[in-house]
């Protein structure tokens, strides 16, 4: 089989994220493309997967770590993928790992809660990790438990393991080319597969190459339903703590967006008073 080049045109007229989608991402720290990826690849998916994939060194660009023409590559280039994927991280985005998670037929056990590599503690930036699911996947199965809105509270890797169950938890049920982009610290685990039939899971954390500022189609930015997404709150929130959400999630839009006056019911604006001299 034959991939065409893709002229540079085409590849920069990928669809983007809009204002609206990004502001989801941002509150629940993931985002899901049901069925994206074309039922062929799919197919070709499941016995690339069996096989394993080779590791790439860190930092590796994407066609490096990819050749055109690649599996991974034609994923990484199906238009709905392409698209989100370049307005979370932007162009020319750097590979940190790739891996294959497998669950066995009734092997009896599930990954503990755990958010990756939480020695991060940037807040004007983010990893993204692409989780691409080539089967349908039942509630059986085992789908990746994840709990929404968990991303920006700073804990270190499998802190939460000890979580067995938060209301408003989220167990992935889904169909054949879903693909799912997560914030690196989205509390998240594989569950245990109770089916007859091995579950695949794909992984690809990307790094950022360039500043994560404005990367999306922001001309719905002034939209009330931006404001809407920032200000979700989820069933496992403290009355109190679950405040600080909040403002973690302003301090991240004010950076991704370059609006140093964006706020949410001034949680941010109050805090920042710094009067440089004293009132007369």
């Known amino acids: 089989m034959t991939h065409p080049e893709r002229s540079p045109e085409d590849l920069e007229h990928r669809p983007l994220l809009d204002s609206v989608r990004m502001a989801r ?11 994206a ?36 590559r034609r994923l990484l280039d199906v238009p709905a993928v392409a698209g989100v994927l370049r307005g979370l991280v932007g162009p020319g985005p750097l590979v940190d790992h790739h891996a294959v998670h497998v ?9 503990p809660l755990h958010g990756d590599a939480i020695i991060d503690v940037r807040t004007d930036a983010f ?106 709150t989820f069933p496992w929130y403290e009355p109190a703590t679950g405040r600080l959400e909040l403002y973690n999630r302003v301090l991240l839009w004010r950076s991704l967006t370059g609006d140093a006056s964006f706020d949410l019911e001034h949680w941010v604006t109050r805090v920042s008073n710094r009067p440089e001299e004293d009132a007369v």
Request: a negative charge; aromatic letters at 8%; hydrophobic letters at 35%.
């Open 25 to 35: 991402f941002v509150a629940h720290g993931s985002l899901r493309l049901d069925a």
């Open 37 to 72: 990826v074309p039922a062929g690849l799919n197919a070709e998916a499941i016995g690339f997967l069996a096989r394993g994939v080779p590791d790439v060194p860190y930092g590796s660009a994407v066609a490096d770590a990819y050749p055109e023409g690649s599996f991974v």
């Open 103 to 111: 669950r066995e037929p009734h092997e009896g056990s599930a990954q």
């Open 127 to 232: 990893d993204v990790q692409l989780m691409y699911y080539p089967q349908d996947v039942t509630l059986d199965m085992g789908g990746t438990l994840s709990v929404p809105g968990s991303h920006l509270r700073r804990t270190n890797e499998s802190d939460t393991g000890r979580y067995q169950n938060l209301l408003g938890q989220s167990r992935l049920v889904c169909p054949a080319g879903t693909v799912v982009f997560l914030h690196h610290g989205l509390w998240h685990g594989g569950r245990r597969n109770d089916s007859d039939g091995i579950r695949y899971m794909f992984k690809i954390r990307f790094n950022p190459a360039v500043r994560q500022r404005r990367l999306w189609d922001t001309s719905d930015l002034a939209d009330p339903r931006v404001a809407a997404e920032l200000s979700t």
